[in-house]
């Protein structure tokens, strides 16, 4: 009776309808699980990836209900699941290909920008595709064979809207719920995944395409007067060059490790009478190294990506997002590695655990003209070796090794840290035991300084195989913290650590605790502890210029450190000024909000004098984030190419092949190359010591290449032989 009664529903157009609906939400739950890897930890995730196909399929389909006419009716209701499964299997294809969803932009350009797919989807076809189809291949049969009846009643417009509107109010409670899980989704885009998983790939298309139109109509709204108001800007930052400084690093390689969360307050303090980075502190002081005791910070929303951007392109990010995640595929950059190709014929490379779609950085390092993205898939996956957002610490520094010593010299290479990320957990295996931490309320404090403590080991390790391999005799190695790891909620807990008093704290501390580590170490270099306040924004001037290369035709916002006209002064995200003698919180430069840098104390009767450099400090500094924003939301820089300089092509760069591009360049130079492989006559693997437990117990050759990157390797070869035999 009950199969009966189920049977005669689906006979109806409702019960049409609702099958065609239950069927979509199946298959796309199983291309989530089964092709997707959408990162999903715990049951209330789940909830919202089962429940974000239901409501965009439901106001789809019910399209379909408005036509008055039975067969038209039916028909649009297949054409829409057509086109959904159509969407879902094409995102299916290519993220078996680029291990990403697809853009609007890809789909207009799917001819220039990714050819790869269409020339290699029977290649990427598994049999459990059939599965997508399947539903829709068995309804046109049954109902082409009258076995599945068409409803030839009428329903007016009332059960059509009652559809929408169920559609509607489901897909209203996805994006709560995926908002009460993470908060700013739309707002942060940090990686495309993450939209996909919580809202869908529907949700996720019409956004992209939102964002898309966004983007064209600012693009087609600018102007080549905007850009001269940059230019004349950024010509105020330009100094002139300390001789002492400028070339004094002409032609080394240059190492980035980017600590990750790592604050300034952790350098030289103690827990329990132990130092919490005892190589950091001795490398802070060392005899080669320039370090900057008041450094700060100046991420916004798009925290590492802001960090990541500042030092590579000397702009500021965005004020309402990730400026790698909302333009970083569209924008042209005047980036580091590009810049150092040009003046130096460097050779570029990121190393990252995480995946490359985070942060949008597989596209983003392509603009910016990085030569290699060594990502997760280059690493080992294992569960023991990964924590949170990738692979651990010292592993990453380990495994990186058979990549760094087959790029050509000299190099610019980013290493980007993982372990010392919120909520900063570890496993027992990894804990120093001869390093106890402190035992606070709070959980986060607690296990900040442990991960930091490892972070540290790590560095150290990695140091120690420069000096082993002779490579530190030719490296310049710049280090710095990215931004805070700890939230100004938690500072009055942590005070007392640091030697400051919790019921005193205000907001002139919370500034204070957005200082990061920033040191420059070289065996030529003269090593000093310089106290000027400097920031982020200010790397890239100062990079350029130790290695002989001038900024003046740069657009750039920030100076250079070591020119004897540097003034010190800096500007957060979100206005707060930090100069060589105030501070001014949100940069208002109102009474109650201005502090004196060096004692603490609130000002708050301004002499004439200190109000005209408030002021003027205030002004600068909204100019300075103005006029970035400016540049970047408009994407000035298409408009202009500095003498000496070429504009990246992104197309020329393929992340899938790093391991066999270096292959292809070390035979094709034979003794010519560069590379650290070739100099030293056979791997420097061996000379990498590190006290990593997954490797006590293991075998392991860290030679060894992971299996999906070698057979990728392997793939993209045979793909040539067939193409070069087809000419």
Not at 179 to 185: A, D, G, K
Not at 204 to 225: F, G, I, P, S
Request: proline letters at 3%.
């Amino acid at each position: 009776m009950q199969k009966k009664r189920l049977i005669n529903f689906i006979q109806t157009r409702t019960g049409f309808f609702i099958l065609l609906v239950s069927l979509f939400t199946l298959k796309y739950i199983f291309a989530a699980y089964h092709d997707f890897n959408l990162g999903i930890n715990d049951p209330y995730q789940h909830f919202i990836m089962w429940l974000s196909p239901i409501g965009t399929a439901t106001l789809l389909f019910s399209i379909g209900f408005y036509f008055p006419k039975p067969l038209v009716s039916y028909g649009v209701m297949l054409l829409m699941d057509f086109a959904n499964t159509g969407l879902l299997f094409a995102n299916v294809l290519y993220y078996r290909q680029f291990s990403d969803f697809i853009t609007v932009k890809t789909i207009a350009n799917a001819g220039k920008v990714a050819p790869g797919l269409g020339k290699s989807a029977v290649a990427l076809l598994q049999p459990s595709d059939l599965l997508l189809w399947l539903d829709l291949i068995i309804i046109l049969i049954l109902l082409c064979s009258h076995k599945l009846q068409v409803d030839q009643h009428s329903y007016g417009l009332l059960t059509p809207f009652a559809a929408s509107t169920v559609g509607v109010l489901i897909l209203v409670t996805n994006i709560f719920l995926a908002e009460t899980s993470r908060p700013r989704l739309l707002g942060t885009t940090f990686d495309r995944s993450y939209v996909v998983k919580y809202l869908g790939i529907d949700t996720y298309t019409v956004y992209d395409a939102v964002k898309n139109e966004q983007t064209e109509q600012t693009n087609r709204n600018a102007n080549a007067a905007d850009l001269n108001k940059v230019l004349a800007f950024t010509k105020q930052s330009k100094l002139p060059i300390n001789s002492q400084y400028f070339g004094k690093e002409k032609g080394k390689n240059v190492i980035v490790i980017h600590l990750e969360s790592f604050q300034q307050f952790l350098i030289n303090l103690k827990i329990n009478g132990k130092p919490v980075t005892p190589f950091l502190n001795s490398l802070y002081n060392n005899q080669h190294t320039i370090s900057f005791a008041n450094f700060y910070h100046q991420v916004g929303v798009g925290r590492t990506s802001d960090a990541e951007n500042m030092l590579e392109t000397g702009t500021y990010g965005i004020s309402d997002g990730s400026l790698f995640t909302s333009l970083g595929s569209s924008n042209v950059f005047q980036a580091a590695p590009q810049i150092l190709h040009e003046n130096g014929n460097y050779t570029s490379a990121v190393f990252h655990g995480n995946a490359s779609t985070f942060w949008n950085r597989d596209d983003v390092y392509k603009n910016m003209g990085y030569n290699y993205f060594f990502d997760q898939k280059y690493f080992s996956n294992a569960k023991s070796d990964t924590l949170g957002y990738g692979i651990k610490d010292k592993l990453m520094f380990d495994e990186s090794i058979k990549y760094l010593e087959r790029m050509q010299q000299p190099f610019y290479s980013k290493f980007i840290t993982l372990t010392n990320h919120t909520p900063f957990d570890m496993d027992k295996e990894d804990l120093d035991p001869a390093f106890q931490t402190t035992d606070t309320s709070d959980k986060s404090i607690n296990n900040y300084f442990e991960t930091a403590h490892y972070l540290d080991q790590a560095v150290k390790e990695f140091f120690d195989y420069l000096t082993k391999s002779g490579l530190i005799k030719n490296t310049m190695v710049i280090i710095y913290g990215d931004h805070y790891g700890l939230s100004n909620s938690e500072n009055q807990t942590l005070a007392p650590i640091i030697g400051e008093s919790a019921d005193t704290w205000n907001s002139y501390n919370d500034v204070q605790m957005q200082r990061v580590p920033f040191m420059i170490h070289a065996p030529n270099l003269k090593g000093q502890i310089k106290k000027e306040v400097a920031g982020e924004i200010d790397v890239l001037p100062t990079l350029l210029h130790l290695l002989g290369i001038s900024n003046q035709n740069y657009i750039q916002f920030g100076s250079d450190l070591f020119s004897k006209q540097y003034q010190p002064w800096l500007v957060f995200r979100n206005g707060t000024v930090v100069s060589q003698k105030y501070v001014i919180i949100g940069g208002k430069g109102k009474k109650g909000d201005v502090y004196d840098r060096k004692t603490g104390k609130q000002i708050i009767n301004f002499t004439k004098q200190e109000k005209t450099e408030i002021n003027a400090l205030a002004k600068k500094a909204k100019k300075s984030l103005k006029y970035s924003d400016l540049l970047n939301n408009h994407n000035l820089l298409r408009f202009y190419t500095p003498v000496g300089f070429k504009p990246v092509n992104p197309e020329q760069f393929d992340y899938l092949t790093n391991y066999q591009q270096m292959e292809d360049i070390i035979t094709k130079l034979k003794t010519n190359s560069t590379a650290l492989i070739s100099r030293h006559h056979g791997t420097t693997t061996k000379l990498y010591k590190t006290d990593a437990p997954q490797l006590k117990n293991r075998s392991d050759d860290i030679t060894k290449i992971p299996a999906d990157v070698k057979n990728n390797q392997l793939s993209q070869q045979k793909k040539a032989k067939n193409k070069d035999s087809k000419k």
